[in-house]
């Protein structure tokens, strides 16, 4: 069964350090938004 996750959750739970991602989207903004939402949360918890 399709779960859906908001953002946030989706990066916390399936990005790990040190991961290749490949973002695609159907709508132009949503890989920028994937994109900005792994550096916010990325970048938060670098030393």
């Not at 695609?24 to 030393?47: D, N």
Request: no cysteine.
């Amino acid at each position: 069964m399709a779960e859906f996750l908001s953002l946030h959750d989706a990066v916390a739970r399936y990005v790990q350090d040190g991961a290749t991602v490949a973002m695609e989207g159907f709508t132009h903004l949503i890989p920028f938004a994937a994109g900005h939402e792994v550096i916010r949360q990325k970048s938060a918890t670098s030393p």
